[in-house]
């Protein structure tokens, strides 16, 4: 059955780095465009980044543009979201997506991130 696994997430502290990690079983990686998103408590759902089947491109919210890179392997069905420079308000549940159509649209379970001292 389709999956998606989040993993990588943690405690770290202000100006920290994490690397999050999505790994998909039960369709074809390579035929979805991949997104990561966060929640805050309180919060609704966001968009945080996008990138392409191929991976040639991606795009950011601007919160966090410069500071979070996503990337994607395809042999290895995973997605990656590399976050550096972080801050109280990069914590969130963040959510990995995988989506080719209105139809085919999946979402992992989400991973805590917490950034605190």
């Known amino acids: 059955q389709v999956q998606l696994v989040e993993s990588g997430g943690g405690l770290v502290q202000p100006g920290g780095s994490l690397r999050l990690s999505c790994t998909a079983s039960g369709f074809t990686f390579s035929n979805f465009r991949m997104t990561w998103h966060r929640q805050a408590p309180g919060k609704e759902r966001e968009l945080v980044a996008f990138?392409?089947?191929?991976?040639?491109?991606?795009n950011y919210a601007d919160s966090v543009k410069g500071r979070f890179i996503i990337s994607r392997d395809n042999a290895e069905n995973t997605v990656y979201l590399r976050m550096n420079s972080l801050k109280p308000e990069d914590t969130a549940v963040y959510f990995c997506?995988?989506?080719?159509?209105?139809?085919?649209?999946?979402w992992g379970q989400g991973t805590q991130v917490t950034v605190s001292s």
């Open positions: 990138i392409s089947n191929s991976g040639d491109y991606t």
């Open positions: 997506n995988a989506k080719r159509n209105l139809l085919l649209d999946y």
